[in-house]
C-alpha cells in the first residue's frame, strides 16, 4: 500500500514565505512525477509547479519566480517554497506523484490538501 503524506502551509502576511513537503511512501521502486496543484473556491484544481524524476520542472506563470519546486529521490519527497507570496495564492494546495511499486505496478495518487492563506 502506498501512501502520499503532506506537511505545511498556514497562515502568513503578504509578502511572507512558506514552504510545503509531500511524502510517498510504502511498497515503492521508484517515483515518477512529482507536482503541486492548488484550488480555490469555486474552481477546479490548477497546475502550480511539476518536477520530473530526472529533476525537469514546469511552473504555472504567477508563480515564476517566486516559488521553487525541489525533490530528494532519496526520501521520495516533493517540496515546494513559496516565497513573495500574494493574497491570491491563497487555496488549498494537493500533491500528486505516480510512481512503480517493487511489484512493476504503476499508480498515483493524490495528498490530502494543506490550506494556504496569505493576508493582505
Known amino acids: 500500500q502506498v501512501h502520499v503524506l503532506q506537511s505545511g502551509g498556514g497562515l502568513v502576511q503578504a509578502g511572507g514565505s512558506l514552504r510545503l513537503s509531500c511524502t510517498v511512501s510504502g511498497d515503492i521502486a521508484s517515483v515518477r512525477n512529482m507536482g503541486w496543484y492548488r484550488q480555490m473556491p469555486g474552481t477546479h484544481r490548477d497546475m502550480v509547479a511539476t518536477i520530473t524524476e530526472s529533476g525537469g520542472t514546469n511552473y504555472k506563470d504567477s508563480v515564476k519566480g517566486r516559488f521553487t519546486i525541489s525533490r530528494d529521490n532519496a526520501k521520495n519527497t516533493v517540496y515546494l517554497q513559496m516565497n513573495s507570496l500574494k493574497p491570491e495564492d491563497t487555496a488549498v494546495y494537493y500533491c500528486?506523484?505516480?510512481?512503480?511499486?517493487?511489484?512493476?505496478?504503476?499508480?498515483?495518487?493524490w495528498g490530502p490538501g494543506t490550506q494556504v492563506t496569505v493576508s493582505s
Open positions: 500528486n506523484s505516480d510512481w512503480r511499486t517493487t511489484l512493476g505496478v504503476i499508480g498515483g495518487d
